[in-house]
């Protein structure tokens, strides 16, 4: 089945510094989004991607859908403590209808004051 | 803001035994979603529905597992007969008829004892 490849696995840095986080895959995917996860709750989405080679920004965060199609970055600026959580990057196949998300490993940053 | 429901927030079952999570999905929604996650690793596709029926389900989504959507409102996952690798966060998720992102509800932390 797709498979998404989510990189890195965990960040640890310190307030204030950059983070981006990618993810690549084998398969085109028609969209791409990214998820938020804060510890017990449910995917919160943070920006979704339609067009090959579009950039979006929402605040600090940048993303790019890979002109390929099969892959995407995030980008957060100047990070806050509230920023801590788990990253999931999504894809969604080029098919239409009712379609499935799949989703990448996560990525888990944590941000030392 | 409209958002996805889902109770209960948490369910502790025994093994063998049967459960039902509900969903309330967004309104004007059309097609319904479950994911699963086992603690600490990625959401998983269970199975999506669209028009009354499963449009597609995944390799987990076996027998023992089941959806409704009995009153057009409700979006509801059962498990027959629970088995301890069962035990995981369940998220329902739901998206409308022109977009592409999926949203989703807080989660029903299912334990299997």
């Known amino acids: 089945g797709q498979q998404l490849n989510q990189s890195p696995q965990s960040m640890f840095i310190q307030e204030g510094e950059d983070v981006s986080m990618n993810c690549t895959s084998s398969?085109?995917?028609?969209?791409w989004l990214w998820y938020k996860q804060d510890p017990g709750e449910g995917p919160v989405l943070l920006i979704a991607?339609?067009?090959?080679?579009e950039l979006t920004s929402n605040g600090r965060l940048t993303a790019q859908f890979g002109i390929t199609r099969k892959d995407s970055f995030l980008n957060i600026s100047a990070s806050i403590p509230s920023d801590v959580g788990i990253y999931f990057c999504?894809?969604?196949?080029?098919?239409?209808?009712?379609?499935?998300?799949?989703f990448g490993q996560g990525t888990r940053l944590t941000i030392n004051p | 803001e409209p958002e996805v429901t889902q109770t209960p927030s948490h369910q502790v079952t025994q093994m063998g035994q049967e459960v039902i999570l509900r969903c309330v999905p967004i309104?004007?929604?059309?097609?319904f979603y479950w994911y699963r996650q086992i603690l600490g690793q990625k959401v998983e596709f269970l199975v999506s529905?669209?028009?009354?029926?499963?449009?597609?389900k995944s390799e987990i989504f076996d027998d023992q597992f089941s959806v409704e959507r009995p009153d057009g409102s409700n979006f509801t996952l059962k498990i027959r007969s629970t088995k301890l690798e069962d035990s995981a966060m369940y998220f329902c998720?739901?998206?409308?008829?022109?977009?592409?992102?999926?949203?989703f509800g807080q989660g029903t932390r299912l334990t299997v004892v």
């Open positions: 998720a739901s998206r409308g008829p022109g977009g592409t992102e999926a949203f």
């Open positions: 398969s085109i995917f028609n969209t």
């Open positions: 991607l339609y067009k090959a080679g």
């Open positions: 999504a894809g969604g196949p080029p098919i239409q209808g009712a379609q499935k998300l799949v």
């Open positions: 309104s004007n929604h059309l097609y």
């Open positions: 529905f669209y028009n009354n029926e499963i449009s597609e």
